[in-house]
C-alpha cells in the first residue's frame, strides 16, 4: 500500500500540474487570439519604441520571456503612457503570479460551487435546488439524494433553473438555463452534465442591472487582494449582455464598464470596438450611477476574509429584485483584469512590487 501511494502521489501531483499548465495555455492563447483580432480590426498602431523599452526593461527583471505588448498596445488608447510598463499581462498573471498567489489545489477546492452553501452558508446565494459533488446528489440540507429524489427536487420547483458545473465554467461555459422542463428533460441534462454541477432557480435581478439588458443577468465582478495582512479593493465592474443575450460573459459577446466604489460607471468595453457608450436598452453608461454599490465591496470584502489561504479573488455578484446583493461565484483560478486595466490602469496599483516580490 505504501509503495502505491508513492507511486499515486507525484503522479496526481503532474496531472494537476499539467492540468494547470494546459489552462494557462489556453486561456493566453484565447486573449492572444482576441488582441490580435482587435488590433487588426481597428488599426491600432505600435508603442513608441522608447515605451515598448520601458516595458520589456521593467518585466525582465521578473519574466525571462518575452512577455508581449499587445495588451499595453491597446490600453494605451485609454491610459497614460508612463503607467503602461506596470500593466499585468495575461502571460504573466497566469503562469506566474496567480500560480504563487492562489495555489492551484487549493484555489481548485474553494472555487468549488458544491462547496458554497459551507463556506458561504450565511450569504445570500441563488435558490440552490440540488447539487452533485462526485456524483453524490445533495439538497441543501446535505441529505443524500438518489437521482429520482434530485429529480423531484427539480420538478417540484416548476419555474425555469439554471445547471451549471461546479468547476471550469468560466466565460459561461458548463452553464445551461433550462425553462420548459419534464422528467426526460431534467434526466437529460443531468446525463449531459454528468457529475460535480449544481441546479439553482433563476435569479430575479434588480430593475438597477436590468435596465441595461433585460434578457442577461447582468453581475458585477469584484477583484480583491488580500496580501501581507493587508486588504485591498483591486478593480470592479458591470458585466452587461448582448442584445438579446441569456448571459453576460464578455467571452460571449457582452461588455463590461468599470465601476467606482460611489457607483459611478464609466463607459463599456469589449473584444470587438475600444469604447461603447450606450448599453443595449440605449442607457449612456457614464450617466448611470448604482445605488447602494458600497454594499457589494462590503460582502467582497467578508468573503475574501473566509478565505485567506488564496491571496487574489474575482467575486460575481447580482442584485436582487430588492437590491439585495447576491454572491454568484468565485473566480480564483481566472480572476480577469483586463477590463480594468485597459481603461483605469495598473491592477495592482501601488502594491504591484509588493506582489512581484511575494
Known amino acids: 500500500m505504501d509503495i502505491i501511494k508513492s507511486i499515486a502521489l507525484p503522479i496526481e501531483q503532474k496531472i494537476h500540474q499539467f492540468n494547470n499548465t494546459r489552462y494557462c495555455r489556453e486561456r493566453i492563447k484565447y486573449f492572444d487570439e482576441k488582441r490580435n483580432e482587435f488590433i487588426k480590426n481597428n488599426n491600432i498602431p505600435e508603442l513608441p519604441e522608447l515605451v515598448a523599452d520601458q516595458i520589456r526593461q521593467f518585466w525582465g527583471k521578473y519574466v525571462k520571456a518575452d512577455i508581449g505588448l499587445n495588451f499595453q498596445r491597446i490600453?494605451?488608447?485609454?491610459?497614460?503612457?508612463?503607467?503602461?510598463?506596470?500593466?499585468?499581462?495575461e502571460s504573466v498573471l497566469y503562469p506566474l503570479l496567480i500560480k504563487k498567489l492562489n495555489p492551484e489545489n487549493i484555489a481548485r477546492t474553494l472555487a468549488n460551487k458544491g462547496l458554497y452553501n459551507i463556506l458561504f452558508h450565511?450569504?445570500?446565494?441563488?435558490?440552490?435546488?440540488?447539487?452533485?459533488?462526485?456524483?453524490n446528489f445533495l439538497d441543501n440540507n446535505n441529505n443524500l439524494l438518489n437521482t429520482d429524489e434530485a429529480i423531484e427536487k427539480i420538478l417540484s420547483l416548476g419555474a425555469p433553473v439554471i445547471f451549471k458545473k461546479s468547476t471550469f465554467s468560466f466565460?459561461?461555459?458548463?452553464?445551461k438555463i433550462v425553462k420548459d422542463y419534464n422528467r426526460t428533460i431534467i434526466q437529460q441534462n443531468i446525463d449531459l452534465f454528468k457529475k460535480d454541477f449544481v441546479v439553482q432557480e433563476l435569479l430575479c435581478q434588480s430593475q438597477q442591472t436590468a435596465r441595461f439588458n433585460p434578457t442577461s443577468l447582468n453581475t458585477f465582478r469584484v477583484l480583491t487582494l488580500l496580501l501581507n495582512g493587508r486588504f485591498s479593493l483591486l478593480g470592479a465592474?458591470?458585466?452587461?449582455?448582448?442584445?438579446?443575450?441569456?448571459?453576460?460573459?464578455?467571452?460571449?459577446?457582452?461588455?463590461?464598464?468599470?465601476i467606482f466604489p460611489d457607483g459611478r460607471l464609466t463607459y463599456a468595453i469589449d473584444?470587438?470596438?475600444?469604447?461603447?457608450?450606450?448599453?443595449?436598452?440605449?442607457?449612456?453608461?457614464?450617466?448611470?450611477?448604482?445605488?447602494?454599490?458600497?454594499?457589494?465591496?462590503?460582502?467582497?470584502?467578508?468573503?475574501h476574509k473566509r478565505i485567506p489561504l488564496v491571496a487574489m479573488a474575482g467575486w460575481d455578484f447580482a442584485l436582487d429584485i430588492n437590491d439585495?446583493?447576491?454572491?454568484?461565484?468565485?473566480?480564483l483560478r481566472s480572476p480577469d483584469t483586463w477590463p480594468w486595466q485597459m481603461t483605469q490602469g495598473p491592477i495592482f496599483g501601488d502594491r504591484l512590487i509588493e506582489v512581484l516580490n511575494y
Open 122 to 135: 450565511d450569504i445570500k446565494r441563488p435558490n440552490e435546488i440540488i447539487r452533485n459533488i462526485s456524483r
Open 237 to 258: 465592474w458591470l458585466r452587461c449582455g448582448a442584445k438579446d443575450a441569456q448571459v453576460d460573459n464578455l467571452t460571449s459577446g457582452g461588455m463590461a464598464a468599470c
Open 324 to 331: 439585495e446583493p447576491v454572491f454568484i461565484e468565485a473566480n
Open 171 to 175: 466565460g459561461g461555459r458548463g452553464v
Open 271 to 303: 473584444f470587438k470596438v475600444p469604447r461603447i457608450d450606450y448599453s443595449p436598452t440605449g442607457l449612456k453608461f457614464e450617466d448611470c450611477r448604482i445605488e447602494h454599490f458600497d454594499r457589494i465591496l462590503q460582502k467582497a470584502e467578508q468573503l
Open 75 to 89: 490600453a494605451a488608447l485609454r491610459i497614460p503612457q508612463e503607467s503602461l510598463q506596470y500593466i499585468v499581462s
